[in-house]
């Protein structure tokens, strides 16, 4: 049986390897639009669009220059695989994404206190677009007085939190590059 004995010209010890071979070679996605995120999970995208879709204005939370927390209405629209935000022009919400890109958009629960379809909430980086024939594609689709901010969304995480069977509370979580995380609390 042949013998072997740890090379002695190693300058790392084995643990400090830089990859473990469990490790992906890749790292996760760390944003995704709206298109991936929908190819990614379908079944999830569909009920947080939907979701959306039930009422016209939504929270948009923002940071204000000393970093304190926004929260402003707004509207949004999905339109080619995209999740849209547009503003009047000189918002301070506008102004706040344009100076700091986080955002945390809420859909609107609706009346009373059920929440039918569970409570969805989106975080990521919103980046303004200027591109004159991307405005006016969405425009045609969306109509919106002119002038306008708008601006595209870059996900970094989907939540979608219901109560199941009147007894578990379910919170999933979708972060780019990773499954959907479900989480049951009694």
């Known amino acids: 049986m ?3 004995t740890p090379s002695s010209a190693s300058p790392e010890p084995p643990s400090a390897s ?3 071979p469990s490790a992906s070679p890749t790292p996760p996605r760390t944003v995704a639009d709206w298109a991936a995120f929908s190819a990614a999970e379908p079944g ?7 979701r959306f879709g039930a009422f016209n204005h939504h ?3 923002t940071l204000r220059r000393d970093g304190s927390p926004r929260t402003t209405g707004l509207e949004v629209r999905f339109v080619g695989g995209e999740l849209w935000l547009g503003m009047m022009p000189d918002s301070l919400k506008a102004l706040d994404l344009r100076r700091d890109p986080r955002f945390a958009l809420q ?10 379809g569970g409570d969805v909430r989106i975080s990521g980086r919103a980046v303004e677009v ?5 405005k006016a594609a969405y ?6 007085p002119e002038p306008f901010h708008l601006f595209r969304t870059e996900l970094t995480e989907v939540v979608r939190t ?3 069977d009147e007894t578990y509370l379910v919170v999933q979580v979708w972060k780019p590059g990773e499954p959907v995380r479900t989480l049951k609390r009694t």
């Open 162 to 164: 219901y109560v199941e």
């Open 2 to 4: 042949p013998h072997t």
């Open 18 to 20: 830089p990859t473990p």
């Open 59 to 61: 929270v948009l939370a």
């Open 139 to 144: 425009s045609e689709e969306v109509e919106p």
């Open 107 to 116: 859909a609107n629960p609706g009346p009373g206190t059920g929440t039918s």
């Open 44 to 50: 999830l995208a569909q009920t947080v669009e939907a």
């Open 130 to 134: 200027d591109d004159p024939a991307v």
